[in-house]
């Protein structure tokens, strides 16, 4: 009985040995982040908002990146999907009005313009349930980057290196809030977003030559530009992220009339979704950078 206790023990010693046992070494994973995909807007700003619920919902329907979770899904990537409506507040969008563009047109951090330019939510500061709205977003917007940022930083800390691809989608005509350059660009298949530090020529081509060789219209740039990296690694231009944003033209895969799936969204899914295997081996052995 002592024997198998002593035993016992030393197994007890060295079982932190054994998880590892046969195991291959942690791989580096991608980082996929999907901002603008969900429709969810809490109570606290729906007061906020001041068009007719059917107009509300043509909004949502027409600015919502629809069912990218779901295409940009992929079980072996890191993935941090922003959990609020970008009605509610867009983590896209810089802080800084400086540095941000589209706080002119009241679509910064915190919309208050429709894409029309209509009014979508009063001025926050016109009341002290506007200020509260209005904090509870920047809370939001902060909390969804500390999440991000944390991704990124888990990634370098054990490999040195981190990749980020940026999910979204886009409308399949030019809608009213952008760019007046953008009513005379091509509005392709497939929209890749670079940008020229942070987007390394082999990741851009690759991705370029895959999706060409699925049959679809590639456009850089075009009709929207550039890849999030968070902060701090933005301004520190820290060359050991690399970041490429991938658009999908809605009409592949959705009626955007009525935001319903097409039949060929699984095709489309599983395009995009070959893409993301593809990029994270290529990540994996060092040929992407």
Same mark, same amino acid.
Request: charged share 30%; proline share 7%; hydrophobic share 35%.
């Given at each position: ?29 991608? *980082?996929?982040?999907? =901002?603008?995909?969900? /429709?969810?807007? =809490?109570?606290?700003?729906?007061? %906020?908002?001041?068009?007719? #619920? %059917? #107009? ?8 919502? @990146? ?9 079980? @072996? ?13 867009? =983590?896209?969008?810089? !802080?800084?009005?400086?540095? %941000? *563009? ?13 894409? @029309?330019?209509? +009014? ?7 009341? =002290?349930?506007?200020? +509260? ?16 940022? %944390? ?6 800390? +054990?490999?040195? +290196? ?10 399949? /005509? ?17 929209? !890749? ?50 970041? !490429? ?41 060092? *040929?992407?950078?």
């Amino acid at each position: 009985m002592k024997s198998w206790q002593r035993i016992a023990t030393a197994v007890q010693k060295v079982k932190w040995y054994l998880p590892a046992y046969g195991k291959a070494p942690e791989q580096p994973r991608i *980082i996929v982040h999907i =901002p603008h995909s969900s /429709t969810k807007i =809490p109570k606290l700003f729906q007061k %906020e908002f001041l068009p007719e #619920k %059917e #107009k509300l919902r043509s909004e949502l329907l027409c600015m919502t @990146d629809w069912y990218t979770d779901e295409l940009f899904s992929c079980p @072996d990537c890191l993935t941090v999907v922003h959990q609020y409506s970008r009605l509610v507040c867009d =983590p896209e969008r810089f !802080l800084d009005p400086e540095e %941000e *563009i589209m706080w002119r047109k009241g679509m910064g951090m915190y919309y208050t313009r429709m894409s @029309d330019g209509g +009014r979508l939510k009063r001025d926050p500061l016109s009341s =002290p349930e506007g200020l +509260r709205a209005y904090g509870r977003a920047l809370q939001i917007y902060r909390r969804h980057h500390s999440r991000l940022t %944390e991704a990124v930083r888990r990634q370098l800390s +054990r490999f040195d +290196r981190a990749l980020l691809i940026d999910g979204h989608s886009f409308s399949e /005509t030019v809608l009213p809030y952008e760019p007046k350059e953008s009513f005379h660009l091509v509005r392709p298949e497939i929209c !890749l977003g670079a940008d020229p530090y942070f987007t390394p020529d082999l990741l851009l081509n690759a991705a370029k030559a895959y999706f060409t060789k699925a049959g679809l219209e590639v456009a850089v740039n075009t009709p929207f530009a550039g890849a999030i990296v968070p902060e701090p690694f933005y301004s520190q231009r820290d060359k050991r992220v690399r970041s !490429l944003m991938i658009e999908v033209n809605r009409s592949l895969y959705m009626d955007e009339k009525t935001g319903k799936k097409k039949e060929t969204f699984e095709e489309v899914k599983e395009v995009v979704q070959g893409f993301l295997k593809r990029a994270e081996s290529g990540f994996r052995q060092g *040929i992407l950078e």
